[in-house]
Structure formats: structure tokens, C-alpha cells
């Protein structure tokens, strides 16, 4: 496979989009692969079996970024050695990335498998919810190889400029979660269990596939066996890389554990329906996170090349077309909530809690076209540790601190709970916008 998109060159705004729209296409199935287990469960289960689903799977979403977060480092270098036209180094840099992605995986399986327990327990899972959200996380970290190897192969292609193979990945997934979810929850009756069978089979089925279909295309560096070994040079520019962005997901995503937790332990119908009303976040902020990723890519390869200035004016036109979808999500968010909570759950009382956590997020989907944006750009840029920080501030300075004071201020208002993260949201946005002209004024001097 020849390299796809060469983003050093040509119109920035088409290209930026040609590239993004693949990735908001495998974000949309993402996104359908993780909600169809909730939503069959939630036609063919109980309350209990939807907090069970949907704390674990905000358990299983935070190993998930956190590996994200470490594979942007194999994204960034590559398309920076792309960008410099060193194939040689590319090639390492690949085959490095698969030698340490094999250690995390069965370092993370054998965390998550001893510790799904105390998990649970942190979550506060409802007591009538704790034995199915164990074994739901269980079954999944027992398939934590197939998540890793899914997110190594996305960061390669992305890298390259190749949107739609990590597209055809997740479209393998989903298809075959939404059969087995069908066959075995919907069929067979085996409720949690069956829906974690069912997305780890598929992960499984979809990494298989994909490796099969990557062995006959054509790469743009050399990839020998000599290639798939620790390089301590190659490992530490990639853990430089990827390591700040993975503890600031992993942050960012321990505060909204956190944040769930406090929902939970307001009983099982408000955990159902912030359960729900995640879900569907994870549609309402498809575009803002199609551009973070596609604008890592874009930014790397124009930095690699020297073109900052293209860099630059990526995230003007990544927030510009990126704000005109947060305005329409953000309106069907706030207005319509209780039809698209209807789409996950039965339950009256689920839905109108849902619809109150949704309103709050209506206000983020605006603010998450600039951060997301900036996100990205500082990610191709190398300034990880910067977007680290900016993380920590957000999700410890201000979105715990804002859970923890509305949920007694306001007791039982999911709206009041909600508004924590868009409060993050604005003071990073200004943390962002206040490096990026100091960076530029910089430059000019």
C-alpha cells in the first residue's frame, strides 16, 4: 500500500476532510460497537443489566484510551519519519511499537482479570448490578490483546495517512458484535455475559481479518523480522510521545469513573441513565474526535516537514467545520434528549435521567470543536506533555471538584452534575489558546 495522503502539500481544508471523514466513519462504528451491547441488553434485559453493561464498559473505556493514548506515540513518530522521508526509521519505528504494545497487553490482562472485583467496587456499582458488572469486565479483559492489537494497527495506518483501513477494522467489529450480541443475548438469553462474549469474539474475528487483508497491500517503508525488536532509542521516543497523552486519557477518564460513581450511588435508575446518556455522548462528540485524531496525523507530517504554517492553519479550519456539527448536536442533545435515550432504554424514568445528564453535555459539544482541535494539534506537534497538563488541570482542578460540590448542592440533578465538564472543557480551552500565541509570538521573534 502506497502512502494515501501526503498533507505537505494541496489545499488544506479538502484534504483535512478527506482524511476525516473515514475517521468519523469508524468513530460512528466505534461507537454503534460498544452501544449495541447496551442496547440489546436493554431491550431484552433488566435496569440492573444496564448499569452492570455500562459501568463496565467505562471500565474497559479506560484501559482502551489509556492504550490510545501510548499508540498516538507510534502515530506521531511515524508521521513525522513519513514527513522527514526516512522509510528506514519508519519501519522501526513499527516494529518496535509491536514489540512493546505485546507487553502491555498481557500486563493489562492480568491486572484487569485479578483486580475486576475491586473495580466494580470503586465504581460503586449497585449491589444488584456488582456480580454481572465482574464478570462483564472479566470476560472483556480476558480480550485485552485484540483491543491492543486493533489500536496498534490503527495508529500505523493513521500515521500514514490511511484512514480507511482502521475504518474497514472497526466496521469487521461491528458487524460481527452486532450478530453476536443478537445470538447470544437476544437469542440465547445470557444477558451481561453474552454481550461481553460477543465483543470480545468480535475483536478477535476483526484483528484476524485485518491482518489477512494487510499482508497483501504494499507498504511505504520496510518492515523486515529484524525490524520487531526493542530498540531502546525508538521505544523511548514513542513512550516520550505517547506516554503523557496516556495518562492524561487515563486521567480525564478516571474523572468521569468518578463521576459515575457518584451517579451510582444515587441508585440504580439514575446509574442506568447516566449509563445511557454516555453512550450516546460517545455519538454527539463523533466529529470533535475524528478531528483530534485526524489533525495528530496532519500536524506530524507538516511538522516532520517543516510546514508549520500549514499546521497552524489545520486547526483554524479543523474548528471552524468542526463547531458547525457541535451546533447540531448540541441542539438534538439539549432538545431531543428523550428521543435519543429512547433508542437504548425502555424505561420512562432511565430515559427522563438521561435526558437531564444530556443537557448538560449539549453545552460541551460547542466547546469540544476548539479543544478537541487544539488537542490534536499539539499531539502532531510533540507537545504531549503539554496536553498532559492541561488534562490534569482540567480533570483535577475543576471537573472533580464541580461533581463533587453539585452532587450536594443539587442532590439527584443529573443536569447540575453534568455541568462539570463543560466547566473543565472552558479552562482548557484557555489553557490551549493561551500556549498556542505564546508559541506563535515565539516563532515571530
Known sequence: ??????????????????????????????????????????????????????????????????????????????????GEGKPDEAGRTVGCGI????????????????????????????????????????????????IVAYNILGSVFRGLGDSKMPLLTVAIACVCNIAGDLLLVGGFGMGVTGAAIATVSAQAISVFLSLIIIRRRELPFALTRADIRFDRAVTGKILKLGTPVALQDLLVSLSFL?????????????????????KLCAFVMLVPSAYMQSMSAFVAQNIGAGREDRAGNALLCGILSS?????????????????????????GAVIAAAWEYLKAYAIDCLLTSFLFCFIGYFNGSGRTLFVMIQGFVGALGVRLPVAFLMSHVSPGSLFHLGLATPASTVVQILLCLAVFLYAGRKRQK
Open 99 to 146: 514489540c512493546l504494545f505485546g507487553v502491555v497487553a498481557l500486563a493489562i490482562t492480568a491486572a484487569m482479570l485479578l483486580t475486576a472485583p475491586q473495580m466494580s467496587s470503586l465504581m460503586q456499582a449497585p449491589a444488584d448490578a456488582f456480580d454481572g458488572t465482574v464478570i462483564y469486565v472479566r470476560i472483556c479483559s480476558a480480550g485485552a490483546v485484540f
Open 1 to 82: 500500500m502506497k502512502q494515501k495522503h501526503d498533507f505537505t502539500k494541496g489545499p488544506i481544508l479538502s484534504s483535512l476532510l478527506r482524511f476525516a471523514l473515514p475517521v468519523l466513519l469508524a468513530l460512528l462504528l466505534q461507537a454503534m460497537y460498544g452501544a449495541v451491547d447496551l442496547q440489546v441488553v436493554g431491550k431484552f434485559g433488566t435496569a440492573a443489566d444496564i448499569s452492570a453493561v455500562s459501568t463496565g464498559s467505562q471500565v474497559m473505556h479506560t484501559v482502551t484510551v489509556v492504550i490510545t493514548g501510548l499508540a498516538m506515540g507510534v502515530t506521531v513518530l511515524l508521521g513525522q519519519k513519513i
Open 258 to 278: 468518578v463521576v459515575i460513581a457518584i451517579a451510582n450511588a444515587m441508585g440504580t435508575i439514575t446509574s442506568a441513565g447516566v449509563g445511557v446518556a454516555e
Open 323 to 347: 463547531l458547525a456539527a457541535g451546533i447540531l448536536m448540541g441542539w438534538m442533545a439539549f432538545f431531543h434528549g428523550d428521543v435519543l435515550a429512547g433508542l437504548f432504554a425502555e424505561d
